[in-house]
């Protein structure tokens, strides 16, 4: 086989490859009816200010600003259309509108330089949390709910919103 002849068959397998791979799967695909997202507001409390030193209230600042921007958006996989507020004021309780106020019992956000140098759980950072669900006031569901990682704190974020959402798709299918 000649040198020309490998070129052109090296051209005609990579143009083959890339027209294949530019057509999508779902292309042609229905889509699934839209159903209706349960609207929710969510207030997010970090506990009383006066019972923490003021390192341990920055650490859940920094601990609701990430749940604040990641909660949503991981609700909304879940058929969840999310307010985020910042006080109980902000809610009004209109037909059909939930209350979820999730409130940090307890927070280790543990140690990076010991997670990364000794490793093997040393170091773990811990979240421990409870919820209530109201509509007009009364409460419908209420559970508490916790984990840690021996990772970056924010895997904890991310895996009790899983583990919320989850929870409350649950919830909803059953009504």
Same mark, same amino acid.
């Given at each position: 086989?000649?040198?020309? &002849? ?7 397998? #990579? ?10 799967? /779902? ?25 923490? $030193?003021? $390192?341990? +209230? =920055?650490? %859940? $600042?920094?601990?609701?600003? +990430?749940?604040? %921007? ?8 879940? !058929?969840?259309?999310? =307010? ?7 809610? $009004?309780?209109?037909?059909? /509108? +939930?209350?979820? #106020?999730? &409130? ?10 010991? %997670? +990364? #140098?000794?490793?093997? !759980?040393? !170091? ?7 919820? #209530? ?14 984990? !840690? ?5 924010? %895997? ?9 959402? =989850? ?6 299918? =059953?009504?």
């Amino acid at each position: 086989m000649s040198l020309r &002849h490998l070129t052109l068959f090296a051209i005609g397998l #990579t143009s083959v490859f890339l027209f294949a791979g530019c057509r999508s799967s /779902r292309a042609n695909t229905p889509r699934a009816p839209q159903v209706s997202r349960t609207a929710m507001d969510v207030l997010i409390q970090e506990g009383d200010v006066s019972d923490m $030193q003021t $390192q341990q +209230y =920055k650490y %859940r $600042q920094e601990l609701r600003a +990430y749940m604040e %921007r990641d909660l949503p958006r991981r609700f909304s996989r879940y !058929g969840f259309d999310v =307010k985020i507020l910042r006080q109980l004021s902000e809610h $009004q309780s209109a037909e059909g /509108r +939930y209350l979820l #106020t999730i &409130h940090y019992d307890a927070y280790n956000p543990g140690s990076a330089a010991a %997670r +990364y #140098t000794v490793g093997f !759980g040393a !170091g773990a950072a811990s979240l421990d949390l409870s919820a #209530t669900l109201q509509k007009n006031s009364a409460a419908e569901l209420s559970w508490k709910d916790g984990c !840690g990682t021996s990772g970056h704190w924010s %895997r904890i974020v991310n895996k009790l919103d899983d583990n919320m959402a =989850k929870k409350l798709r649950e919830f909803f299918s =059953k009504r």
